[in-house]
């Protein structure tokens, strides 16, 4: 695979050469693959990768949108609730007016109960008076306080209608009271969810921010070593060390970091010349080489 890989490298570059006159005279896209070589990727992989970066460009634009229909969906719906809780509660102020309406009705029908039965109860009285017979009076009198029994039934009925009307108003209170405090907990969950998405989208934005960039510099470093490499004429040898010798940088410049098959299957050797070019690089290193 290694030696097909470096073939195909190979006639990459001398179809570079023949198109552009030199590798470092063409465009950076298309010097990728001889660029990125050292780090292991194929022509077709090297060449994909300013296609692979469009298209994360896409998908996190893709990302941020849905996110933010997601909080316009999630807005739409905290709306609905509010109106909901706000129907609710001019449903309960309604009642509420309903059942005042009422007291005040029964307590009309109390009073006009109260006057005609003190009419009555004066009428008797008068007839008591003008009537010569005692027994008449006295059967009158027992009707028109039978009469007043009957009212005070209907005024204590009343009172409990009353009662019972102002137990039904304390509950409506209670139930507008719990809808205000449903409506406040949606808006403060709401304004919770909003954050943790804002947050979520800034936090994938940087992350493929800063992937980008570091694999940016990446290629621009190695572009910048093979090109100073072409203009001090290194020999295949001195090359393939400074190649290892990134390579080994870029594993944070630990030797043992780099094992010898990766080094075999980078420039194509074998494991006793592979060791050897990674020892150069190791003191190419210490010497203060840096690409």
């Not at 706000?86 to 009309?108: D, N």
């Not at 005609?116 to 306080?145: P, Y």
């Not at 921010?209 to 621009?220: I, P, S, W």
């Amino acid at each position: 695979m290694a030696v097909i890989r470096e073939q195909s490298l190979k006639v990459y570059r001398v179809l570079l050469e023949r198109e552009y006159g030199s590798v470092r005279k063409a465009p950076s896209d298309v010097r990728l693959p001889v660029t990125m070589a050292a780090y292991g990727l194929t022509i077709d992989e090297a060449l994909a990768l300013p296609r692979e970066h469009e298209e994360r460009e896409q998908i996190l634009s893709e990302a941020q949108a849905e996110a933010e229909a997601d909080a316009a969906a999630r807005a739409e719906e905290r709306v609905a609730k509010v109106q909901i809780a706000r129907l609710r509660t001019t449903g309960a102020v309604k009642a509420a007016e309903h059942e005042v309406a009422a007291v005040t009705g029964q307590a009309q029908t109390r009073a006009r109960a109260e006057l005609v039965a003190a009419e009555r109860t004066a009428a008797v009285e008068s007839e008591v008076i003008e009537s010569a017979v005692v027994a008449e009076a006295e059967a009158r009198r027992a009707a028109a306080e039978r009469l007043t029994a009957e009212d005070r039934k209907a005024a204590t009925e009343a009172d409990a209608d009353t009662a019972e009307t102002e137990r039904a108003t304390t509950e409506a209170r209670r139930q507008a009271a719990e809808a205000v405090a449903q409506e406040s907990a949606l808006k403060r969950r709401a304004a919770e969810d909003d954050t943790a998405t804002a947050r979520a989208v800034q936090e994938a934005t940087e992350a493929a921010q800063r992937t980008a960039e570091a694999r940016r510099e990446a290629a621009v470093a190695e572009l910048a070593a093979v090109e100073a490499e072409d203009e001090l004429k290194l020999s295949s040898t001195e090359r393939a060390v400074r190649k290892v010798a990134r390579l080994i940088l870029a594993r944070g410049g630990d030797m043992n970091a780099v094992s010898l098959d990766e080094v075999g299957e980078l420039l194509q050797l074998k494991p006793a010349t592979a060791s050897e070019r990674r020892q150069q690089a190791t003191a190419l290193i210490a010497e203060g080489y840096r690409p």
